[in-house]
């Protein structure tokens, strides 16, 4: 009786709330942050029809890139390069090479953590695609597919979400996944929907197709893309969700989950380094859209080799060089980070955002000569003043402003918090 009695009260002091503890219990309540939850919905056979799509390169126009080739579980969703190599290259990660069809894709191939989350209402880096599930309502860059009553509805009952939307316009890049017009019967269609059929058409004309989604979907009796797009999004929803982290463990409330390091770092990112003006919800980011004055890399979005991201979806000024704030779990692990993957560290990331707008002038872009191989030539680097003036100019106020300034201290616990603890626990090891 005394031994269990002691052994109580040993569990109790080491749960013990520290002063940290308590300040970032106040925080925690001011941000209303709350542990994520894992999906419970599964449907094993829609999973499994998902998971071969993910994998399958019949779905792209030359067969030779499928969605894992640039979102590879074992490259954590990523493909560990700065930007992607489209259809045509060869070989996965920094093995990737191109080729003399291949195209050097403009922008970072995201981390897939959490996109089925129900705070991911927007995605691609510029928030293209777009569900609203309050209206069951899409918008996308294919008219057929938006807005209350729209023309193409059997698919967009099938699809169900941003995610699943997503999943049907790497297909349609002649750079990422279609292939050169003339090459294939899926680039040279001259509609998006007859892409998205020829596409259908591939895959049902193989046996193990037709049984995958028959077994999926068996209500149903015509199968289009949307259903494509389902399957795709019910996977990844299952597979891809980041929900066994540190982080959420002390907010269901282990107190020990977090070393005091972490904790300090924690209350760093919600006060003075002032990440939570972007990265806020549950998901600590993915909602919302901002100018960070990224460096430009590659080969951009126009001739100038420059990018300037929501802007040229909206034409609106205030969208200049806004990209979606991404979400933050697993972060220590999907490197290189921002729209063109300009920093390879958390270190530089963070680094950029003490110096603010001023980091732009002594961007050092030599760590992207390890890469030299990977592409045709050498990646762009902006370096025009003006262009520089122009993103410095259109940025956020903290970031024109330069006010955060962090200690050492702060600086490093800040760094331990997001590189220990938003990863998941079975990703641990893999830290750096």
Not at 326 to 349: C, M, Q, W
Not at 385 to 399: D, E, G, L, Q, V
Request: glycine share 6%; proline share 4%.
């Amino acid at each position: 009786m005394l031994f269990k009695s002691l052994l109580i009260f040993i569990i109790s002091l080491s749960s013990f709330a520290s002063d940290t503890d308590v300040i970032l219990s106040d925080f925690i309540k001011i941000f209303n942050f709350k542990a994520i939850q894992p999906p419970r919905d599964l449907d094993q056979d829609v999973y499994e029809l998902g998971r071969e799509l993910f994998f399958e390169k019949k779905v792209s126009g030359n067969k030779n890139i499928s969605c894992s080739t640039c979102h590879h579980p074992d490259l954590f969703t990523g493909d560990a390069l700065p930007l992607s190599i489209g259809e045509g290259g060869s070989g996965l990660g920094t093995e990737r090479v191109s080729s003399r069809s291949s195209e050097t894709i403009p922008r970072n191939s995201p981390a897939l953590y959490n996109l089925a989350h129900k705070e991911m209402e927007s995605l691609f880096w510029d928030g293209r695609v777009k569900y609203r599930s309050d209206w069951e309502e899409f918008e996308t860059p294919s008219e057929v597919l938006n807005g209350e009553y729209p023309k193409r509805y059997d698919i967009t009952e099938a699809l169900g979400s941003a995610l699943a939307a997503q999943a049907l316009f790497p297909p349609l890049s002649h750079s990422e996944m279609r292939g050169r017009k003339g090459t294939n019967e899926i680039a040279n269609a001259s509609t998006d929907e007859m892409a998205w059929t020829a596409i259908m058409k591939r895959l049902l004309n193989d046996k193990k197709y037709q049984n995958l989604f028959t077994k999926a979907y068996k209500e149903v009796q015509n199968f289009n893309i949307g259903h494509f797009g389902n399957a795709l999004a019910h996977f990844q929803k299952h597979e891809f969700s980041a929900t066994d982290t540190p982080w959420d463990e002390y907010l269901k409330g282990n107190l020990n989950a977090l070393t005091e390091s972490e904790k300090r770092g924690a209350l760093v990112f919600m006060t003075d380094a002032q990440c939570t003006k972007c990265h806020n919800g549950n998901l600590l980011g993915g909602a919302s859209f901002k100018s960070v004055a990224a460096p430009q890399v590659g080969p951009g979005k126009d001739i100038r080799k420059n990018d300037e991201g929501r802007f040229l979806l909206t034409k609106k000024d205030s969208d200049l060089y806004k990209f979606r704030v991404p979400p933050l779990r697993n972060i220590a692990l999907t490197a290189p980070y921002f729209h063109a993957g300009s920093y390879d560290t958390l270190e530089k990331v963070v680094d950029h955002y003490i110096e603010g707008a001023r980091s732009l002038d002594s961007y050092d872009s030599s760590w992207l000569s390890k890469f030299n191989s990977n592409y045709k030539s050498q990646l762009f680097v902006e370096t025009d003043r003006y262009m520089i003036f122009k993103k410095k100019n259109a940025s956020h106020p903290i970031i024109k402003s330069g006010v955060i300034t962090l200690t050492a201290t702060e600086r490093a616990d800040l760094l331990n918090f997001l590189r220990y603890s938003l990863t998941e626990n079975k990703f641990r090891t893999y830290i750096k």
